[in-house]
């Protein structure tokens, strides 16, 4: 029994070691444990991260999105809120009408060729609201470019075969300052109908206002050619001559312009502009005149006048020109400064005042053309 003890004792002893190194086991297994559910609660929180994130970007996109299909709604706003307007029968370029040949029916595509594009979604929506050639017409009447080139790119999204569309298109762009735009739509227009006046008319007019001249002689020169008989192709080419410095090219072809249109008051003060640089004063009266009696509330065209009569002695009626300036135009500096100093002079003794009635009507020997049109009051 004492063996027993003894061995029982030795027994107990082992016992407990085991037990020992359970405990430590254990122990051990409870802190990995601790680390591992640690570690797999920091993993969560970075899956939640990434979750964020995204819904972050999510809602970045959504905000995007949403502010996408607000401008959206105010640009077919302002296509439609002036849809009460009274529809205007022609296009009008300056105080020219432009008929459309054709109106097609809306295809719902959105053209990629027809110059100042939005978004594809904003051009999307505005597609989904048809725009009506007169609609879009009544922007550009009312002088609101930006809107005519919103309502214009819809209306050739919609009719993208329409060469009138285009045309229309590049005459808003035109007018709102897009020389780029401008040159894509009415190329646009010329690739539908190659013979389309107006748009080499005023894609001549584009060019020249980017200075590129050479080029818009090429267009206005195609336009001159398919319709001869219209005076402003040959005023918009006397003007391009005149930037070529072909000076002798670009009185003839305002005369031209003046046979074809005797009432083309701007072809008069262009020639009578080219007169007074060539320091051909009494040249410059006729076409000044008769520009002046048709158009009386021209600023420009009355200053030109007055430095014409001012270097040809007759300061009286250079001072009532200049006068008549400042009150189409009381900002105008070059007619006040010429105004001080021509006020002060006077004429020659035995000096018979100048008639301009008679002065106008002389432009019909001056340019070669018929007696021209009766200018009423």
């Given at each position: 029994?004492?063996?027993?003890?003894?061995?029982?004792?030795?027994?107990?002893?082992f016992a407990q070691?085991?037990?020992?190194?359970a405990?430590?086991a254990f122990v051990g297994?409870f802190?990995l444990?601790?680390?591992t559910?640690?570690?797999?609660?920091?993993?969560?929180?970075s899956?939640?991260?990434?979750?964020?994130r995204?819904?972050?970007?999510k809602?970045?996109?959504?905000?995007k999105?949403?502010?996408a299909?607000?401008?959206?709604?105010?640009?077919?706003?302002a296509?439609s809120?002036?849809a009460?307007v009274a529809s205007?029968?022609n296009?009008?370029?300056a105080?020219?009408?432009?008929?459309?040949k054709?109106?097609l029916?809306?295809?719902?595509?959105v053209a990629?060729?027809?110059?100042p594009?939005q978004?594809e979604?904003?051009?999307s929506?505005?597609a989904?609201d048809?725009?009506s050639?007169?609609e879009?017409?009544?922007f550009?009447t009312?002088?609101?470019y930006?809107?005519?080139v919103?309502a214009?790119?819809?209306y050739v999204?919609?009719n993208p075969d329409?060469?009138?569309?285009?045309?229309?298109?590049g005459l808003?762009?035109?007018k709102?300052?897009?020389?780029s735009?401008?040159?894509?739509?009415?190329r646009?227009?010329?690739?539908?109908d190659?013979?389309?006046y107006k748009s080499h008319l005023?894609?001549?007019?584009v060019l020249?206002?980017?200075?590129?001249?050479d080029e818009?002689?090429?267009e206005?020169?195609?336009?001159?050619t398919?319709?001869?008989?219209?005076?402003?192709?040959?005023r918009v080419?006397?003007?391009?001559?005149h930037d070529l410095?072909?000076i002798?090219?670009?009185?003839?072809?305002?005369k031209?312009a003046?046979?074809l249109n005797?009432?083309?008051v701007?072809?008069?003060n262009n020639l009578?502009?080219?007169?007074?640089?060539?320091?051909?004063?009494?040249?410059?009266?006729a076409?000044?005149?008769?520009?002046t009696l048709?158009?009386?509330?021209?600023?420009v065209?009355?200053?030109?006048?007055?430095?014409?009569?001012?270097?040809?002695g007759?300061?009286?009626?250079?001072?009532d020109?200049?006068?008549e300036?400042?009150?189409?135009?009381?900002?105008?500096a070059?007619?006040t400064?010429s105004?001080a100093?021509v006020?002060v002079?006077?004429e020659d003794p035995g000096?018979?005042?100048?008639?301009?009635?008679?002065v106008?009507?002389?432009?019909?020997?001056q340019?070669?053309?018929?007696?021209?049109?009766?200018?009423t009051?």
């Amino acid at each position: 029994m004492k063996r027993y003890f003894r061995y029982g004792k030795r027994d107990t002893g082992f016992a407990q070691g085991w037990s020992s190194v359970a405990l430590l086991a254990f122990v051990g297994l409870f802190v990995l444990a601790l680390v591992t559910s640690g570690c797999g609660s920091n993993d969560k929180s970075s899956d939640t991260t990434r979750a964020d994130r995204t819904t972050s970007t999510k809602t970045q996109d959504h905000q995007k999105s949403s502010e996408a299909r607000t401008d959206a709604a105010q640009n077919k706003s302002a296509v439609s809120s002036d849809a009460n307007v009274a529809s205007v029968a022609n296009a009008l370029e300056a105080n020219e009408k432009a008929q459309p040949k054709t109106q097609l029916t809306s295809t719902g595509q959105v053209a990629t060729d027809i110059g100042p594009m939005q978004s594809e979604e904003t051009a999307s929506a505005l597609a989904k609201d048809p725009v009506s050639f007169a609609e879009a017409e009544a922007f550009y009447t009312d002088g609101n470019y930006d809107s005519a080139v919103a309502a214009f790119t819809t209306y050739v999204g919609q009719n993208p075969d329409n060469a009138w569309g285009h045309y229309m298109l590049g005459l808003s762009c035109w007018k709102a300052g897009k020389l780029s735009d401008a040159e894509t739509a009415l190329r646009g227009a010329l690739e539908r109908d190659s013979d389309h006046y107006k748009s080499h008319l005023n894609l001549a007019r584009v060019l020249r206002d980017g200075d590129r001249t050479d080029e818009a002689l090429d267009e206005v020169t195609i336009a001159a050619t398919l319709s001869p008989d219209d005076g402003t192709a040959h005023r918009v080419r006397g003007s391009i001559l005149h930037d070529l410095g072909r000076i002798q090219d670009a009185v003839a072809a305002y005369k031209k312009a003046l046979v074809l249109n005797d009432r083309d008051v701007w072809a008069m003060n262009n020639l009578g502009l080219v007169h007074l640089q060539e320091e051909q004063f009494e040249q410059a009266l006729a076409p000044l005149a008769r520009a002046t009696l048709l158009r009386k509330g021209n600023a420009v065209f009355h200053n030109n006048l007055g430095t014409a009569l001012g270097r040809t002695g007759h300061y009286t009626a250079s001072a009532d020109s200049y006068r008549e300036a400042l009150m189409c135009d009381s900002s105008h500096a070059t007619a006040t400064a010429s105004l001080a100093r021509v006020e002060v002079l006077r004429e020659d003794p035995g000096y018979v005042a100048i008639d301009l009635g008679d002065v106008a009507a002389q432009l019909a020997g001056q340019i070669g053309g018929p007696p021209l049109s009766k200018v009423t009051e």
